[in-house]
């Protein structure tokens, strides 16, 4: 079955330090490739997503690369902001699931002044 | 482009009663709506997925006469919760996902699923 797992955190850093959420993935098929934010007491964002072997999404300074050869897909930004303290999900799905997602276990992230 | 809301944002009721959560895409038409389950500092959890004019699928574990979901029309999603119980506290979420969307990125299509803020349900 499909599978995404991402590192666990918390994530600590400091304002404008480079941030790498990593996050790979098992599925079967070709499916899309998604990174979701949650900040304290909402819902999900889309952040960004990619659809295919090489596609980058990129958003809001962040960007991912969906790299077919190591099943990855992890998330970078070169400088955070305060703002960026959130929680972060990495998913698949996408028509070749089914539509359905499969979540990651989400990652903390806290950005300090 | 691509919002979803959902009403109420919080509710509170007593143990025995039953509590309707809505769920609308304001802006486009959404052929499958989805409805998760958030433990606190856990990820979700797809509780079913509804297809406009069709009975919902259940996930296995999801006890479908206690969640009920209708989806009625192309813009609207409800999920009744049958007699709340305590345990059925939590971080409710829908999702809505339908063909032709474009989003702020750009981007969207079938298969990108927007959520909506959530709704807190606690059951004294």
């Known amino acids: 079955g499909n599978s995404v797992t991402q590192m666990e955190g918390p994530v600590t850093l400091s304002e404008e330090a480079f941030l790498t959420i990593n996050c790979t993935y098992t599925a079967t098929g070709y499916p899309s490739l998604f990174w979701y934010v949650q900040y304290p007491g909402e819902g999900l964002q889309l952040l960004l997503k990619?659809?295919?072997?090489?596609d980058k999404g990129s958003n809001k300074g962040f960007e991912a690369t969906y790299r077919k050869e190591t099943t990855s897909f992890h998330l970078e930004k070169g400088s955070v902001q305060v703002s960026d303290s959130a929680v972060y999900f990495c998913?698949?799905?996408?028509?070749?699931?089914?539509?359905?997602?499969?979540f990651g276990g989400g990652t903390r992230v806290l950005v300090k002044p | 482009g691509a919002v979803v809301s959902q009403h109420p944002s919080w509710v509170i009721c007593k143990s025995g009663t039953s509590v309707k959560i809505e769920c609308r895409s304001l802006?486009?038409?959404?052929?499958?709506m989805f409805w998760y389950r958030q433990f606190p500092k856990q990820s979700l959890m797809l509780m079913a997925t509804s297809n406009e004019g069709s009975k919902a699928t259940y996930e296995q574990g999801v006890e479908k006469d206690k969640f009920l979901i209708n989806h009625a029309s192309l813009t609207l999603s409800t999920l009744t919760v049958t007699s709340a119980h305590p345990e059925d506290s939590s971080f409710y979420i829908c999702?809505?996902?339908?063909?032709?969307?474009?989003?702020?990125?750009?981007?969207?299509?079938?298969?990108?699923?927007?959520f909506g803020p959530g709704t807190r349900l606690l059951v004294l």
């Open positions: 999702s809505a996902s339908g063909p032709g969307v474009t989003d702020l990125l750009g981007v969207g299509g079938f298969g990108t699923q927007y």
């Open positions: 990619a659809t295919k072997a090489d």
């Open positions: 802006d486009f038409q959404a052929t499958t």
């Open positions: 998913a698949l799905g996408g028509q070749a699931a089914g539509n359905k997602l499969t």
